[in-house]
């Protein structure tokens, strides 16, 4: 069975960090980009992050450049997604998904699988 599952979200004040994971099973994810998107309650899903299947190359939203980081180790089939300096406006369910081209990774519509999603509140 082709499965993403993300791990990793919680409650967190502001200025807080977190780490997501997102672990593929079912099949080899190195062959795929894989991208971070984040849904807001009322708010349609938006591509946060994404980085290539080698891990040579990343992209960002503008909203989050300079405060989270994507990382992949394809021995564990894991992509991450760190963030630090969290804000209110972070909080979201967090969904990873599988693109079979970097350039299209952080189109909503050319994801081949997506995780079932991880809740991120920060909150004081």
């Known amino acids: 069975q082709l499965q993403l599952v993300e791990s990793g979200g919680t409650l967190v004040q502001p200025g807080g960090s977190l780490r997501l994971s997102c672990a593929a099973s079912?099949?080899?994810?190195?062959?795929?980009?894989i991208g971070w998107f984040r849904q807001a309650p009322g708010k349609e899903r938006e591509g946060v992050s994404c980085?290539?299947?080698?891990?040579?190359?990343?992209h960002y939203a503008d909203s989050v450049k300079g405060r989270f980081t994507i990382s992949r180790d394809n021995a564990k089939n894991t992509v991450y997604l760190q963030m630090n300096n969290l804000k209110p406006e972070d909080t979201a369910v967090y969904y990873c998904?599988?693109?079979?081209?970097?350039?299209?990774?952080?189109?909503?519509?050319?994801?081949?699988?997506w995780g079932q999603g991880t809740q991120v509140t920060v909150s004081s």
């Open positions: 079912g099949f080899t994810s190195d062959y795929y980009a």
């Open positions: 998904a599988a693109a079979l081209e970097f350039r299209l990774c952080m189109s909503l519509r050319f994801q081949s699988y």
């Open positions: 980085i290539s299947s080698s891990g040579g190359s990343t």
